[in-house]
């Protein structure tokens, strides 16, 4: 792992997303809760929220964080179709967040295909990426539109 020792413990912040693309029959399913396994949308949130917190243990060389607030949220987007997943995760430490966010966002998008697999094999996940992070030594990073 980097040595972050000499680091000053700062706010830092990281914003990601991605998105499962499905038929339209599938998504109207999920939206009326429908799915045999149950509510996509709060599995979703809250698997990606448990992988958020277990990061250090999945990323080989992630430091393990103290994390002071994780928000996962799971959108129904009728142009994709499908779903789109946002994570905002941040930290009062010596490292930044952005594999955190990446990664719940990651586990929530596997969470939403596991539980409707059975009716639409065909699903993507899609554009999982970095949008925002502030602050550390490298300051604020917006990804372009």
Request: aromatic content about 2%; hydrophobic content about 45%; overall charge positive.
């Given at each position: 792992?980097?040595?972050?020792?000499?680091?000053?413990?700062?706010?830092?912040?990281?914003?990601?997303?991605?998105?499962?693309?499905?038929?339209?029959?599938?998504?109207?399913?999920?939206?009326?809760?429908?799915?045999?396994?149950?509510?996509?949308?709060?599995?979703?949130?809250?698997?990606?929220?448990?992988?958020?917190?277990?990061?250090?243990?999945?990323?080989?060389?992630?430091?393990?964080?103290?994390?002071?607030?994780?928000?996962?949220?799971?959108?129904?987007?009728?142009?994709?179709?499908?779903?789109?997943?946002?994570?905002?995760?941040?930290?009062?430490?010596?490292?930044?967040?952005?594999?955190?966010?990446?990664?719940?966002?990651?586990?929530?998008?596997?969470?939403?295909?596991?539980?409707?697999?059975?009716?639409?094999r065909g699903m993507?996940?899609?554009?999982?990426?970095?949008?925002?992070?502030?602050?550390?030594?490298?300051?604020?990073?917006?990804?372009?539109?």
């Amino acid at each position: 792992m980097v040595d972050v020792s000499e680091k000053p413990a700062t706010e830092r912040e990281a914003l990601a997303e991605g998105s499962v693309l499905m038929q339209p029959a599938t998504l109207a399913l999920v939206r009326r809760g429908d799915s045999k396994k149950g509510d996509v949308f709060s599995a979703a949130r809250i698997a990606g929220i448990m992988a958020a917190k277990r990061t250090h243990q999945l990323i080989p060389l992630c430091h393990p964080l103290a994390l002071s607030q994780i928000e996962v949220e799971v959108l129904a987007d009728t142009k994709l179709p499908g779903l789109k997943v946002t994570a905002r995760v941040k930290v009062a430490g010596q490292t930044g967040v952005e594999m955190e966010a990446l990664t719940a966002v990651a586990v929530a998008c596997l969470t939403i295909y596991d539980m409707v697999k059975a009716v639409d094999r065909g699903m993507r996940i899609d554009g999982i990426r970095l949008m925002q992070k502030r602050g550390g030594r490298s300051g604020h990073y917006r990804a372009e539109e």
